[in-house]
């Protein structure tokens, strides 16, 4: 009992600082906040997650790939709707991250795509990910699962 009171915690906790931004990395002049995804159901093949970019620096960056130990590939894929119909395609030659500017990856739009799922994304657990930059280099970023 005591631990499931515990878990609840933490859940809550982890959700409200993820929502305040306060789980912000920073990886060089970038910041990467409100980094989150949804749970999936166990034998789910893709996940999706959301995150957001901020380049606080004079240049431009890209984000040229992601990789995750909980999934064989992630990459960042593009939505797109053309006569009410949905695409999904994965972004070449890297996503930009403007200077002075911000990108946001959220479910109304760019999203990281995670394919070949080792393991369930769980509500109250991190999934972590890493973020490869042009000019920052890596950055280690928690995935909060709602």
């Known amino acids: 009992?005591?631990?499931?009171?515990?878990?609840a915690w933490l859940v809550a906790a982890l959700t409200i600082l993820a929502?305040?931004?306060a789980l912000a990395r920073r990886g060089g002049d970038l910041v990467v906040d409100r980094a989150w995804s949804r749970a999936t159901p166990v034998?789910?093949?893709?996940?999706v997650g959301y995150l957001v970019i901020s380049n606080h620096g004079r240049l431009p960056d890209q984000l040229l790939s992601a990789d995750s130990p909980d999934a064989v590939?992630?990459?960042?894929?593009?939505?797109?709707?053309a006569g009410g119909?949905?695409?999904?395609?994965p972004v070449v030659g890297g996503l930009?991250?403007?200077?002075?500017?911000?990108?946001?990856?959220?479910?109304?739009?760019?999203?990281?795509?995670?394919?070949?799922?080792k393991r369930t994304f769980k509500a109250g657990k991190a999934e972590p990910v890493v973020l490869h930059f042009q000019h920052a280099g890596s950055v280690r970023v928690a995935l909060v699962v709602r």
């Open 1 to 7: 009992m005591k631990r499931a009171i515990g878990a």
């Open 73 to 81: 590939s992630v990459t960042v894929h593009q939505m797109s709707m």
């Open 19 to 21: 929502a305040q931004g």
């Open 85 to 89: 119909i949905m695409r999904m395609r």
């Open 96 to 117: 930009t991250i403007p200077a002075g500017g911000s990108v946001s990856l959220d479910p109304n739009g760019d999203h990281l795509m995670f394919e070949g799922l």
């Open 43 to 47: 034998g789910a093949p893709t996940a």
